[in-house]
């Protein structure tokens, strides 16, 4: 397993805060055990600090759940490229599987604006997009996912090295199977404030999508998990033209 080194200065003794399968379980939504859970990136692109990226999952309701992400360049990179893109995700839970009912995608990067806005007619088998006020409607059966649905799907389900997981995505006008496919156990090491520090073992998984994402474009990325009971996002990697953008976890509150 090869040994990769994070500065991870607020949350190293958080990521240590014991988590059981049985505890996630006692969630009042089984599909989407991070209900209360509040996660920060700082985003980089190469070596160069851009800004940050939050993650905030909340309960809507009896079987319902939404996720708000906010991702935002610095004050200095705003020099270059000011992002200030929004996400909201919601969805209910179907049993123990998760059915996405709304995607909503505000970009606003330089001088590109979009407003992108997906309703999941599930119980009609249909899906209505629309960009930028056109709206178009596809047939889509029940079952189907948002991208962000399908990444905390992959968050709570068994993953072992080798695997490749199909889930179906509904995502900028595209119906797909996404491929997620487990590539190997590696080793990040977290430091501390104190300036201690601990490896924490990771899965490293590969999502082959092929529509673009908050702060990336269509293409590779690379997500390590953490090798335990939450499948904390550590690190995050996507391969844009120019160079790549790294999200690394620097802040966790745990769901109640």
Same mark, same amino acid.
């Given at each position: 397993?090869?040994?990769? &080194?994070?500065?991870?200065?607020?949350?190293?003794?958080?990521?240590?805060?014991?988590?059981?399968?049985?505890?996630?379980?006692?969630?009042?939504?089984?599909?989407?055990?991070?209900?209360?859970?509040?996660?920060?990136?700082?985003?980089?692109?190469?070596?160069?600090?851009?800004?940050?990226?939050?993650?905030?999952?909340?309960?809507?309701?009896?079987?319902?759940?939404?996720?708000?992400?906010?991702?935002?360049?610095?004050?200095?990179?705003?020099?270059?490229?000011?992002?200030?893109?929004?996400?909201?995700?919601?969805?209910?839970?179907?049993?123990?599987?998760?059915?996405?009912?709304?995607?909503?995608?505000?970009?606003?990067?330089?001088?590109?604006?979009?407003? +992108?806005?997906?309703?999941?007619?599930?119980?009609?088998?249909?899906?209505?997009?629309?960009?930028?006020?056109?709206?178009?409607?596809?047939?889509?059966?029940?079952?189907?996912?948002?991208?962000?649905?399908?990444?905390?799907?992959?968050?709570?389900?068994?993953?072992?090295?080798?695997?490749?997981?199909?889930?179906?995505?509904?995502?900028?006008?595209?119906?797909?199977?996404?491929?997620?496919?487990?590539?190997?156990?590696?080793?990040?090491?977290?430091?501390?404030?104190?300036?201690?520090?601990?490896?924490?073992?990771?899965?490293?998984?590969?999502? &082959?999508?092929?529509?673009?994402?908050?702060?990336?474009?269509?293409?590779?990325? +690379?997500?390590?998990?953490?090798?335990?009971?939450?499948?904390?996002?550590?690190?995050?990697?996507?391969?844009?033209?120019?160079?790549?953008?790294?999200?690394?976890?620097?802040?966790?509150?745990?769901?109640?």
């Amino acid at each position: 397993m090869r040994l990769w &080194r994070i500065d991870a200065f607020l949350i190293a003794a958080v990521l240590l805060l014991p988590l059981s399968a049985a505890a996630a379980a006692q969630s009042p939504l089984s599909c989407m055990p991070f209900t209360g859970e509040r996660m920060t990136f700082e985003v980089g692109w190469e070596f160069i600090n851009a800004g940050t990226a939050t993650m905030v999952v909340s309960h809507r309701g009896a079987h319902a759940y939404r996720i708000d992400t906010l991702a935002k360049t610095n004050k200095f990179f705003d020099l270059f490229k000011k992002v200030r893109d929004t996400i909201v995700s919601e969805g209910l839970c179907r049993g123990d599987r998760a059915q996405s009912t709304v995607f909503d995608l505000t970009q606003h990067e330089n001088t590109y604006h979009a407003v +992108k806005k997906t309703r999941f007619l599930w119980q009609r088998g249909k899906v209505e997009y629309t960009h930028d006020g056109k709206t178009d409607t596809y047939d889509v059966p029940a079952g189907y996912l948002n991208v962000m649905d399908a990444f905390y799907t992959v968050r709570r389900l068994p993953l072992k090295v080798g695997e490749v997981l199909r889930l179906p995505v509904f995502d900028s006008g595209k119906k797909y199977d996404v491929e997620v496919h487990v590539l190997k156990t590696e080793y990040l090491y977290m430091q501390g404030s104190n300036g201690t520090g601990k490896r924490i073992p990771c899965l490293v998984i590969e999502p &082959r999508l092929k529509t673009a994402g908050i702060f990336s474009s269509v293409g590779t990325m +690379k997500i390590w998990l953490s090798d335990d009971a939450r499948r904390l996002p550590i690190q995050m990697k996507a391969k844009i033209k120019i160079g790549h953008i790294v999200a690394r976890l620097i802040g966790y509150q745990p769901a109640p």
